[in-house]
């Protein structure tokens, strides 16, 4: 079969299985066994289908495109110029549902990715406006659906062992109700996988979206469904506030988003990514070009230019002063007057808005630790594989159209995040927290590579990170599994009971801090963080006024490496430090430990390139947008020029040794300080902490942060809320209840009217008809006798009556 | 006693004239008054059919009675026999009543092991 119909088939496939597991276990949840015990198997089933669609879909991707290193040359024009010949014969694809440029090699600046895009179904068209679920598949989805299922699964059979505790009735010790008693409630198991399954599929929604206005819906799904499992115990207090405030504060990203999806609206009249071809007023397909086509048009080699939709929307003024046949030809030079530039970069800067509050990027980052309070697998599908990859997901698949002052934007925002989130977790003694801050510090790492021009290198890590980050949730699940506690303070020595989840969690480690052999082997995170370091490097020369990013990653890095060993050493190395939890300690069961071991190979694995040069690197090359492939130089926003290195420079010298040996050295600091810490105890944490008082309890209370938005807006909006508040009981309430009185006084009158003359009347009627009833059934006496009697007396009465007053007629 | 009187005069008064329609009349009344009487005095219930009977055949001989040619109008084209022919009807009727009443009598016997009309009290109000 063609790949450009098997593809979106078999992706759309596996994006509908969870689909149809959560429509199940929504209507026949409670009826699957024992409490539902059997939802379980119904979602297992779902995203197992998924993975082994999603791993059809890359094999077959395999056999068209193989991968190979080198890939930067123009050895793929073949391939795709062969792909572009298969379009022509695909009916339902038309024209534009295959590759979205028009000829691989054809312009100078390089050729373009190789990608599918097409429409399933048309929500709405009217105007300017073209609503679709359509898809658009590259390499870069067929690769985020594989991690997204597999990882899911994985997560689904651990969830399956970690939530056996709904599976009867709960006693929830963390509610306490007004009687004293502490909460007890039916278990909700189906209830969990119905949530896990809508997020499953809302995520590889927006992987597979075709088009922008798609990836909002799914967008906000997700939104949704990280509200209903946040919030997932929500008789506690801590929960629904959480799951409250990781709901509002992406609403307030997702403002920003709408923002930037008005102005492309607005000025393109299309949210599609590719071109795509519609229906002409002559009835036959025209081709509409997508977003990437209208900023890197192949005309002019790929490079961005400011669409020019944007140009006469912005000069819309000289555009009604000048006739409408010459505005075609002046846009150029109103282009180069620099008209439109600011909407481009006003719609980039509002998509990553929506990126910023999904992927937990400063300034909205405080939801993501306060995600915690869900239960252990959700924080280990939202923090790896879900939810969080969504937003540097979409500033990847959406990295065109960005300009280089948004790039420089994206690349401050990630490292401020990076910085601040690897600090608070330094200091963090809630297991579950340092993982979520280092999971917010390393989207600021993918957010910094994106934004200094690694596209590869931010998409590589958030594939790497999503392996060894959900590896870690489930191992941290573990231990409080095991320990039935959060805080780090109370275990230590779990080494002995615990080793598979031990061990497992030291892979992770190595990991997360990009442990390996430099320039020879490493750990998944070797490679992608190196790729980063570099291209900051790479991006830091070019740029000397931006070095900072550079000593951002470097720094990061060397903290990462304390913190998640601190994590590490606190929880697994020396003597337990409180024998009521040590006792209580075990491993946990097999259903558990296994998506641990097959997470920890892959946490090694993810990162390697075969020697036939397969590998995830390379396979996202593929995926590339065009004209990313050179460096390009522009900016305007911030008053200087900016030049985004191209990214394959970065794999050179001197940029990849010095970024190796960079890697390598922090992050052997950051153990070594960590070890000497907690584990040789040369240093002592408590007089550390005691000399930087200030700066500890800055951390502690995570920059004050929480504090600054209450004080910003949450006070501000109770208080907005006070005076409205005021307003509707003092001047509202009491002319609404003003009229609910008088209505009243008015109905008491009617109604004593009705009760004294109205039923007076009936009632008298009635009476008076009782008592006649009542004297006549005196005369039924039952004598025949008597009735014979009273019929002869009654006619002869008649007879009398008749003669003696009705003479007259009767003689008439 | 005025009112007496007033009876009594022409009644006695046809006693001397020779028999007419008027005659028939009378005997019809003291036949239709003598059942009535009969029908609210008697306590056995076959005499209160008796009565019954009585009552019919008073306003039969009326009938009767008043189907005297002497009371044909001028040029009548009846056959002036409608007198009898409602008589026939009544008599018809009389015994189809009697069968039933006598039926009900049976039951009410049946029932109450009597015919005493005074007993049959059950629908009192």
Redesign the interface.
């Known amino acids: 079969m063609d790949l450009s119909t098997q593809l979106p088939q078999l992706l759309g496939l596996a994006w509908l299985m969870p689909l149809a597991s959560f429509v199940l276990i929504l209507f026949f949840g409670p009826k699957m066994g024992h409490h539902g015990r059997n939802a379980a198997w119904v979602a297992t089933a779902a995203i197992v289908t998924s993975l082994v669609l999603s791993l059809v879909a890359f094999v077959s991707w395999l056999g068209a495109h193989p991968v190979s290193a080198g890939h930067h040359g123009g050895d793929h024009g073949a391939a795709h110029a062969e792909d572009h010949a298969d379009a022509a014969g695909h009916v339902a694809g038309e024209h534009g549902s295959d590759a979205w440029h028009a000829a691989g090699g054809h312009a100078a600046a390089g050729h373009g990715p190789i990608a599918y895009s097409g429409d399933w179904y048309t929500l709405y068209e009217g105007g300017r406006l073209r609503l679709s679920i359509g898809w658009y598949i590259d390499s870069l989805t067929i690769l985020m659906f594989v991690v997204v299922t597999f990882i899911a699964t994985c997560i689904h059979v651990y969830a399956s062992g970690y939530m056996h505790d709904e599976l009867h009735d709960v006693t929830d010790h963390e509610v306490t109700l007004t009687d004293g008693h502490h909460l007890h409630r039916p278990g909700r198991f189906p209830r969990f996988f119905q949530a896990l399954s809508l997020f499953c599929f809302s995520m590889l929604g927006i992987v597979i979206a075709g088009n922008l206005a798609m990836v909002f819906i799914f967008w906000e799904l997700v939104g949704i469904c990280s509200w209903f499992l946040i919030g997932f115990y929500y008789e506690r207090k801590s929960a629904s506030n959480a799951a409250n405030k990781a709901f509002i504060v992406n609403r307030v990203g997702d403002f920003g988003m709408l923002i930037g999806l008005m102005a492309l609206w607005g000025a393109l009249g299309t949210l599609q990514f590719a071109d795509s071809s519609v229906p002409g007023a002559d009835g036959h397909a025209v081709t509409k070009p997508g977003l990437f086509s209208l900023v890197r048009p192949a005309d002019h080699g790929h490079a961005l230019r400011v669409p020019d939709g944007m140009v006469e929307f912005a000069a819309a003024e000289k555009v009604a002063h000048t006739p409408p046949a010459e505005v075609a030809g002046k846009v150029d030079a109103w282009r180069a007057e620099g008209f439109g530039r600011w909407l481009l970069f006003i719609a980039g800067v509002g998509i990553f808005c929506g990126c910023v509050g999904k992927s937990a990027q400063f300034p909205l980052f405080v939801w993501l630790p306060d995600a915690m309070e869900g239960p252990t697998p959700v924080s280990a599908l939202v923090h790896s594989a879900t939810m969080v990859a969504a937003g540097v997901y979409l500033v990847g698949r959406f990295f065109p159209v960005l300009t280089p002052d948004v790039l420089l934007v994206i690349a401050y925002v990630g490292a401020i995040t990076l910085f601040i989130a690897a600090t608070i977790a330094l200091v963090a003694n809630d297991i579950k927290r340092v993982l979520a801050y280092s999971t917010v510090s390393q989207l600021g790492y993918m957010m910094l590579a994106l934004g200094v021009g690694g596209w590869a290198a931010g998409l590589f890590h958030l594939v790497t990170h999503a392996f060894f980050k959900s590896l870690l949730f489930l191992c941290s699940g573990s231990v409080i599994h095991a320990c039935h506690t959060n805080d780090m303070r109370k275990m230590g020595g779990l080494a002995r009971v615990m080793p598979y989840t031990a061990g497992t969690m030291l892979v992770g480690c190595l990991a997360i801090i990009g442990a390996g052999i430099p320039f020879v082997i490493g750990l998944s995170g070797y490679y992608s963080k190196d790729s980063i370091l570099a291209q900051a490097l790479s991006f830091a020369q070019a740029n000397p006024r931006h070095t900072i990013l550079f000593y951002a990653v470097a720094g990061g890095a060397a903290l990462t490496a304390f913190y998640m060993f601190r994590l590490w050493f606190m929880t697994f190395a020396g003597e337990p430090r409180d024998h009521h939890v040590a006792e209580h300690a075990h491993e946990s069961p097999q259903v558990m430990v296994m998506p641990l071991l097959v997470l920890a190979v892959l946490a090694v694995v993810a990162g390697w390139t075969l020697p036939g040069g397969f590998g995830i690197a390379n396979l996202l090359e593929q995926s590339r947008p065009a004209g990313t492939v050179e460096t390009a130089v522009g900016g305007f926003a911030f008053g200087q020029t900016l030049t985004i290195p191209a990214e394959h420079l970065s794999h050179g010298e001197p940029f990849h040794s010095t970024a190796t040996w960079t890697a390598f050295a922090t992050a052997l600091g950051g153990v070594l300080l960590a070890a000497a810490m907690y584990v040789w105890r040369v240093i002592s944490p408590a007089a550390v902490a005691a000399m930087f008082r200030p700066v500890y309890s800055f951390l502690a209370n995570r920059w004050y942060f929480d504090e600054l938005y209450h004080a910003l807006f949450v006070v501000p909006a109770h208080g907005l809320a006070a005076v409205a508040s005021g307003i509707d009981q003092g001047l509202i309430d009491p002319f609404i209840n003003f009229l609910a009185w008088t209505t009243r006084q008015v109905a008491g009158i009617d109604a004593w009217i009705d009760r004294t003359f109205v039923d007076g009347l009936v009632n008298a009627t009635a009476n008076a008809t009782w008592t006649l009833g009542n004297e006549?059934?005196?005369?039924?006496?039952?004598?025949?006798?008597q009735y014979?009697?009273f019929i002869?007396v009654g006619t002869v009465a008649l007879f009398v009556i008749a003669s003696l007053f009705f003479r007259q007629a009767l003689a008439g | 006693m005025t009112l007496g009187l007033a009876v009594a005069t022409p009644v006695f008064g046809l006693i001397t004239q020779p028999v007419s329609v008027a005659h028939y009349l009378v005997v019809g009344a003291i036949m239709f008054v003598c059942g009535?009487v009969c029908?609210?005095?008697?306590?056995n219930a076959l005499g209160?059919l008796m009565g019954i009977e009585l009552v019919l055949n008073g306003a039969n001989v009326n009938f009767v009675a008043f189907a005297s040619p002497y009371l044909q109008g001028e040029g009548s084209r009846s056959l002036g026999l409608d007198g009898q022919v409602i008589a026939l009807f009544v008599i018809l009727l009389a015994a189809a009543e009697a069968a039933v009443a006598l039926a009900i009598t049976l039951n009410f016997y049946n029932n109450h092991a009597t015919v005493d009309?005074?007993r049959?009290?059950?629908?009192?109000?």
Do not use: H, N, Y
């Not at chain 2, 049959?120 to 109000?125: E, F, I, N, P, S």
């Open positions: 006549l059934k005196r005369l039924q006496t039952g004598s025949l006798r014979v009697t002869v | 009535i029908m609210a005095m008697k306590r209160v009309v005074d049959a009290d059950d629908l009192k109000g």
